[in-house]
């Protein structure tokens, strides 16, 4: 039996491998298109396919996957705006908390939304503390989530926050500077929470080329997302 995506994230992290994902919105993709993206990450170094968005229509999540299963072996990751994206055929879930933020809708609503579909269907979900973080853009998330992120400069806040999610028990932290951030997540917050926090760091938002990821890595983060920057540039992933 395969190891547990958790266990296989916290294995890369004791080696010091870094992990970088995909992040695919099934707002934005065209079910067309998706065998030629997938053709390309599998040709790359690419870890893990994050799966979500903040605005999808309900079935759309679940003919994405369906349709990206049948074309690739890499771990399908959901990575949900709401509990109305969860899908049985991934192979892990991200159990986002939008720790960031005040909103109860996002710190237990949803998750409580989420129960009747995890009763029902046996996939792992990993405790993740969401941390929203100004990226120079009004993010659909804070939009969505009726929440503000916390600024760049709050550096010991957001340490705290992520503290206190490992506190909470959450197994990744997760910094965000939104999709399509102008100032991905400082080195300053990747360096602080990474040295405080046990638990693996994610980080994502804005990073739009190969020194971009390498920096986030060198700095401590253990699995970068990236999606903007694969519609703007279709051979990106032939370089990283
Ligand atoms: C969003 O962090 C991801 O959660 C990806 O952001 O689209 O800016 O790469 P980009």
Redesign the pocket.
């Known amino acids: 039996m395969r190891n547990s995506i958790l266990q296989d994230i916290l294995k890369a992290k004791k080696q010091g491998k870094k992990l970088l994902a995909v992040?695919l919105d099934p707002d934005k993709l065209r079910l067309s298109k998706v065998e030629k993206i997938i053709f390309k990450i599998n040709n790359s170094s690419i870890d893990y396919i994050f799966i979500g968005g903040s605005n999808v229509a309900k079935g759309l999540t679940e003919k994405c996957v369906l349709k990206i299963k049948q074309h690739t072996e890499i771990p399908v990751i959901l990575?949900p705006g709401d509990y109305s994206q969860l899908t049985p055929q991934v192979d892990a879930i991200l159990f986002l908390a939008l720790i960031s933020g005040r909103n109860p809708e996002y710190l237990i609503e949803q998750q409580i939304k989420s129960i009747p579909f995890l009763e029902k269907n046996k996939v792992e979900c990993i405790p993740t503390g969401y941390i929203l973080i100004d990226g120079g853009t009004t993010t659909a998330t804070q939009k969505v989530s009726n929440t503000n992120p916390i600024l760049q400069e709050e550096v010991q806040l957001i340490e705290h926050t992520a503290l206190a999610g490992q506190y909470l028990g959450k197994q990744l932290i997760y910094l965000?500077?939104?999709?399509?951030?102008k100032k991905p997540i400082s080195d300053a917050i990747i360096k602080k929470v990474s040295q405080t926090c046990t638990i693996p760091i994610i980080v994502?938002?804005?990073?739009?080329s190969k020194e971009m990821i390498e920096k986030a890595f060198d700095h401590g983060a253990d699995l970068v997302?990236?999606?903007?920057?694969l519609e703007e540039d279709k051979n990106f992933l032939q370089n990283v």
């Open positions: 992040l990575f965000e500077a939104g999709s399509g951030a994502g938002g804005g990073l739009r997302v990236i999606g903007t920057i």
